[in-house]
């Protein structure tokens, strides 16, 4: 019987962008930024037990707190990405950490049309424990924008004391309550997410897991 | 006595493992016929996942087109091909219409739908949605790609047979018969493996060994469901996959 022998394929992974961006400020010290730092372990540990989303979902983080706002992680695919050991400190410049994850989305979004790299709506998934200490309106505006013209997917979460009043005029999507310091929940969750998404048939609307670290 | 078959026709839908894993059922759906004068039918839809009876929907708008087709087709001496295979895709729309009628939504049969007609002399396709349809021309070695690319920005947005302005969205072609020696249909499971995303081209490493399968005497639909099922393509894609093949003989 015959066989289709000797059959190539295009190397052609869809990517799945997801930028992280973490409040590592003053307050974070302590338990708050170990628990984070264990999150983004079980994120990496989640994410390369799956072949798909290790070649699909590309990861960034940007981090507000220690250091200014820093781009301490660029897109790299998930099975590349190595967990950082992040430390809290300073103050927490929410405005211009939301301007230069925009950025970066556009940018990579750019590369892979740039490529003819095919691609999903990009995530950008914010953690805060309080409230910005720069002006945050223009950037809030600009996730508004991107939301309305379906650029990316943006999600807040709080943390602790975080001011939820601002994170709902940044966030159309309703910001969400880490409950006590649930971050390898959380990001298990979000990894999930990501497999959903970088998996998802043409046409999808993605049905997201279920939340289970959330305050009710 | 009728003509003997000129194209001979192999076709596979397979699960992909994401549906596998989750037991649900392949979503993709193929029919096709070979008339009496020697006209072939090929109709390849992929139902969406997100739809909850898009493998219905899927079924029924390629059996739906191919009846259609047949019907039309039989006994016609000069047929305007466009216009009889864009009243088969409003055929097999009509068709998912009235499924949906008894009290659920039409989306929830959401399914893309390509339709290939063979005559003696033009090849024509029609495609909603994505999924390639791929001929390989009588030299033997140039490929053609009888679909255009998607114009949504992200790769899980597509038009369905069910979307509002479909028949306005789809996009027809049509080649001479007399030039082409095979043809391939898919659903972007195959799609994203075989066709150049960024110019829509198609790839010689794979469609060449496989046009080679197809004109095999010997190759069976089973081989190339056991194919679709290999740990070489599931390991690149865990979606649900089609693919059509018919070779001249």
Known sequence: MAQPLNVEFLNADPRCACVLLLDTSGSMTGAPIKALNEGLAAFQQSIQEDALASRRVEVAIVTFGAGGVQRIQDFVTGGDFAAPLLQAGGTTPMGEAVRVALDMVRERKATYRENGVLYYQPWV????????????KAAAQAVRGEEASKGLSFFAIGVGAANLQILSEISVRQPMKLDGLNFVELFVWLSQSQKRVSANKVGDQTALPAVNWAAV | MSLPPVWRVLAASTA????????????????HRLLDDGTLLIAVADGAGSASRSKEGAECATLAAVEFLAAHLAGMETPVLETVIRDAMSAARSAVEALAAEGSSLNDFATTLLLTVITDSLVSTLQVGDGAIVAQLSDGESLDVLTAKGDSEYVNQTTFLTSNGYLEAAYFASRPAASVRAVAVMTDGMQLLAVHHANNTAFGAFFKPMFRFAADPTATDQALADFLTSEAVCRRTDDDKTLVLTVRQ
Request: hydrophobic letters at 30%.
């Open chain 1, 125 to 136: 998934v914010m953690i805060t424990d309080g409230a910005p200490t720069d002006d945050w």
């Open chain 2, 16 to 31: 992909g493992t994401r549906h596998v894993s989750r037991g649900s059922a392949c979503q993709d759906a193929n029919a």
